[in-house]
């Protein structure tokens, strides 16, 4: 029977033979050069907790780890199984990094006997994203370690952190406590009676930050302004249009009250934020969210109507790149790169210095591909493919596989501005982790051959051919998943998959927003009125 050894994602070049060629003992001398700690830590704790040994260094087998200045292009690496030798090399650290993470698999595989392998490797994009959602619920640091876990062994290298949502605030600002101690509670989600909360410390995420850098993975933290905050106005309704008391949000779905855009007061609060945030997330990459923001109190408070006279905006819904440009201009005199979301793209919109992320693929092309001739970046992160929160009866493991990413009309030139790709775990309708597992394999190895695989490399049959061997791997990871049948759905199955997800609709409290916005608007008029 052929031999067959399996890696996701899939390597630029990889060969092997049936010959043995090196087998892993205690007595393996082991060598790594200056700059590879971070890659020798990670295979020798890998060694330790599947093998049951400590490397003494004293035999003839040789593992070696070393910077080959002769790679030129960031990340790459090489691996080579000869015999009595195990080299892997990288153009630097990250490279060395990602050539344990092959490794790895091989011996998952392989065990302590490897054949003759040769790799040749580099990723298809320089931004290879994975986002969590702890805002709608909140994962402990521990589960959030494993997550980063989890992208490291895929060669991803950015954790986006969603930490504020309407239903949740979940990062401790010293300097606004309630914040936390009212914004991270709720009293109930959807139509349950369980109450939900918890938030991370400054040192809960300063160490998720130490943890993830241990894995050559930069943290991007997200605050959610000006929409998605219900939480934070629960905690200082001054923040809202009209002083309103909230509770923080127990449905899901867009809400109506935003921060106000009118009251210098809100700036000040948010500079303040995002600076108290900048003293734990020193990676110089800041996401400030910026989408679904409705204009409702905008168009008829007074503070808000006042900011448009006195900046000379032309409408209200001119205040919403006014707000975000004021954030993002705070933030990179601080000397951060800040990203938003984009639902929409105009020329109005924030300054072309921002990243912008785009999650809906029907945006204008004439507005992308305007933003891009500006010099605009961009990363990738459309709902139809790599939101894996969705149900499988959407988007299927094939679609999420053959999906790509580079946005329709833009040039070979203008596609230098996509500096890669993003999958996001939204986590409305996913509070667990056997859940989280569950949507995210088998696509996050799908969606990893993405990030990282050259094109010229992907095949979605011989991913498939993977699958037994992805199942086993993300199993001695402790996740659920999956499986290619119920990743794939058909016929009924597939029908009911999309009905069960369309539930969501019956949270949006749509009815709701019309009588708020109907009460607010009569009180604002009555007020007017005295």
Known sequence: MTMKIYIIPQPEGFTFSEKKAFKLTRLCEFFNQNGTEKAS??????????????????????ISLLIDESLTEAESYTLDVTENLVEIKGADEAGVFYGVQSLKQIFYQCGEELP?????????????????DSGRYFFPKEDVKKFIDIMALHKLNRFHWHLTEDQGWRAQMLDNILLTE??????HTNFNNKPHGGY?????????????????????PEIDTPGHTVSAIAAYPHLSCFDRNLSVATHCGVKHDVVCAGKESTYEFMFSVFDELLEVFTDGLIHIGGDEVPTTRWKICPHCQQRIKDEGLSCTEDLHPYYL??????????????????????????KGS?????WDEEMSEKDVVGQINKGTEFIISFVNAYYLDLPYGRTSLEKCYNYNPCYKGISKEQESKLLGVEACLWTEFVPTMKKAGYQMFPRLGAYSETAWTSKENKSFDY?????????????????NYATKKQSMPKGIKKLASMLYWERRQLCWQGLHNLIDNASVERKHKGEENK
């Open 325 to 350: 440009s004021r954030l993002a201009e705070h933030i990179e005199a601080k000397g951060s790169k800040v990203i938003m979301w984009n639902d929409t793209v105009r020329d109005y919109m924030a």
């Open 41 to 62: 830590e990670e295979l020798k704790e890998f060694i330790s907790d599947n093998f049951g040994f400590e490397l003494s260094g004293t035999g003839k087998e040789k």
């Open 354 to 358: 921002i990243v912008r992320q785009l």
């Open 463 to 479: 991913f498939s051919e993977k699958l037994d061997f992805y199942e086993d791997l993300v199993s001695s990871l402790g996740m």
């Open 182 to 187: 009212i914004g991270s509670y709720r009293s």
């Open 116 to 132: 003759e392998i040769h790799i040749t490797d580099k990723p298809a994009y320089p931004y290879r994203g994975f986002m969590l």
């Open 200 to 220: 991370y410390t400054k040192e809960d995420m300063k160490e998720v930050v130490e943890y993830a850098h241990k894995k050559c993975i930069k943290v991007i």
